[in-house]
């Protein structure tokens, strides 16, 4: 049974880099050193021990109760640590040595049961449908436990893997996406032989084939499956393991933004008069909505923080140079003063990665991103007035001309920050190409911001 969904050349290079040109690139270390951060931070909590009380099964089917390091594990652990008393010396058990493990709502099952192997990253696909194998011993985590049970591994590749029990043991339900050529086409099919599987092994519940029709090969999916068996097949004993949802908080940030700009030039002896201008930095009023997406598992520290956000600012440029000038039968140089003011406003969508680490009501945060914004000119002229002749009237023109200005920004994004109950206080750092559309003229633009923020749910 196969879908097809999907083209090859949009899953071998699924991610859109945008066209950040160059002077960004170059100077991208804050929003880089800022997800190192996140890392190094991460790492860091992963390594701190977060002992609660637990049981393992020994192979002899003896109950150990006791004190289990509990990591929220999003892939199946290979080994975990045990402590039959707060202050004892750990000891460590591997799927070989217990029968079954259970802390925090989670309970996992020692055996021995085939994996599938094949790639899961689009562009590294198998050209054919074929379930490819091997023998794996390993922690499988119950999802449901009764007359029929469902149980899940993912394996360090990041591949998700679903289990059935039968009487002859663990059956792995299959599930494969492969590329297929269509028409002369390559897209992306896939092999759902665990729905058969599903159909046979759920059979005496009459409606299950209809519920089977929308069923995906997914933790969500395949739990709400075997929830609607148990609700048609009730009586009998059912262990249905806590089943972490995705879930989203919105709110509100506001605070400040200063803005400064600058222009450089492959050639000193071009746009000089934007380039060796020196520009005051900009203070306005900054804000936005967010939506903030915590990703299941690992205690919910990883998730998406997306921002519509709205920023502006207002800023002058001065320069002092010469010119050369045309006088009757010859040319001669004259000092002129340069006054220019740009002033614009962006609403941008904000895109981030965010690591947060829960200290009871108190937390820290960092984040990386990338933000695209549209923006409106508020103010765009520049003057050149004569020094030799402060009474004559300058010489007016706009700033950036329409075919010098970008309204398009592209820029990277990190911050830090730290939060109390729904409340938060941040620090972020914007490195934006600027609005010079000339290559041979790159502007870049550096926001600085403090905001405030509040979770509405």
């Known amino acids: 049974m196969t879908t097809l969904f999907f083209y090859r050349p949009l899953a071998r290079f699924g991610i859109f880099a945008g066209n950040i040109n160059s002077g960004i690139m170059k100077q991208f270390h804050t929003p880089f050193i800022l997800l190192l951060f996140c890392s190094l931070i991460s790492q860091q909590a992963q390594t701190q021990d977060n002992y609660v009380q637990g049981y393992v099964v020994t192979n002899a089917g003896e109950r150990l109760s006791g004190w289990i390091n509990y990591r ?55 050209d054919h449908p074929r379930i490819q194998t091997q023998p794996d011993t390993a922690f499988f985590r119950v999802v449901f436990q009764g007359d029929k049970n469902l149980y899940h591994r993912k394996h360090p590749s990041g591949k998700d893997n679903f ?78 393991n806590r089943y972490e949802r995705t879930t989203v908080h919105w709110g509100a940030v506001a605070g400040a933004s200063l803005t400064d700009i600058n222009f450089t030039s492959p050639n000193p002896l071009w746009f000089h008069e934007y380039t060796q ?74 895109n981030s990665v965010r690591y947060a ?56 994004v990190g911050g830090i920050g730290a939060g109390y109950n729904k409340t938060t206080l941040e620090f972020r750092f914007e490195l934006g190409n600027g609005m010079s559309e000339v290559p041979a003229l790159q502007g870049v633009t550096r926001r600085y911001y403090l905001l405030a923020g509040y979770r509405l749910n």
Not at 195 to 215: G, M, S, V
Not at 371 to 390: D, M, Q
Request: charged share 20%.
């Open 72 to 126: 929220n594990w999003r892939v199946n652990p290979d080994k975990i640590a045990f402590k039959a008393k707060a202050e004892a010396v750990p000891v460590f058990f591997t799927p070989t040595d217990i029968l079954e493990l259970g802390v925090s709502e989670d309970v996992y099952i020692s055996a021995v049961a085939p994996t599938e192997i094949s790639p899961v990253v689009n562009g590294l696909l198998d």
């Open 357 to 412: 680490h829960q200290m009871g009501k108190v937390s820290g945060f960092a984040y990386a991103g990338i933000s695209n914004g549209l923006g409106a000119v508020t103010k765009n002229h520049k003057s050149l007035k004569n020094i030799n002749f402060p009474n004559r009237d300058p010489l007016n023109a706009p700033f950036l001309t329409e075919h010098f200005l970008r309204r398009y920004e592209q820029a990277l």
């Open 163 to 240: 289990y059935i029990r039968t009487a002859e043991g663990f059956q792995l339900l299959e599930y494969k996406r492969y590329f297929k050529m269509v028409e002369g086409q390559e897209i992306i099919a896939e092999n759902k032989n665990y729905l058969r599987q599903l159909a046979a092994y759920l059979a005496d519940c009459p409606d299950i084939n209809a519920k089977l029709n929308f069923a995906q090969y997914n933790l969500h999916s395949l739990n709400k499956i075997f929830t609607q068996y148990h609700e048609c097949i009730p009586g009998g004993s059912v262990v249905a």
């Open 277 to 350: 201008a020196e520009y005051t930095a900009s203070i306005r009023f900054a804000g936005g909505i967010y939506v903030n997406i915590d990703m299941p598992r690992k205690f919910k520290r990883w998730s998406l923080y997306n921002e519509l956000s709205f920023t502006s600012f207002q800023t002058t440029g001065t320069n002092d140079r010469f010119i050369m000038i045309d006088t009757v039968g010859s040319s001669m140089s004259a000092p002129f003063s340069s006054r220019s003011e740009l002033g614009m406003l962006h609403i941008k969508l904000i």
